[in-house]
């Protein structure tokens, strides 16, 4: 329901903007520059939503390389989710 919701205020977004260069006088610029705008700032709310239903409200893991003060020169994974890093190998000293 919400990409239908998406498309639709992409489409009329596209509609304003093409009134908006045809506008003939002051009111239809204005009027059509108002609509542009508001579902301009629509569609970036509605992606965002769509990005917390998609990962059901938890924020994305990522995984990153770091170099280890381990004798073998081996490399360990950090793993990051949200704004404290939990280290899978706390063995290794680990540096950025």
Same mark, same amino acid.
């Given at each position: ?15 304003? *903007?093409?009134?908006?260069?045809? *506008? ?20 970036? *709310? ?16 990522? *995984? ?33």
């Amino acid at each position: 329901m919400l990409v239908a919701q998406m498309v639709s205020v992409h489409v009329m977004a596209m509609r304003c *903007a093409h009134h908006l260069a045809n *506008a003939e006088d002051i009111g239809q610029q204005d009027s059509a520059g108002r609509a542009l705008g508001r579902l301009a700032r629509t569609f970036p *709310a509605q992606i965002e939503a769509l990005n917390r239903y998609r990962s059901h409200g938890e924020p994305a893991i990522t *995984a990153a390389r770091r170099r280890c003060a381990a004798k073998s020169a081996a490399a360990c994974m950090a793993v990051h989710r949200g704004p404290a890093p939990a280290l899978l190998r706390p063995e290794l000293d680990c540096t950025t």
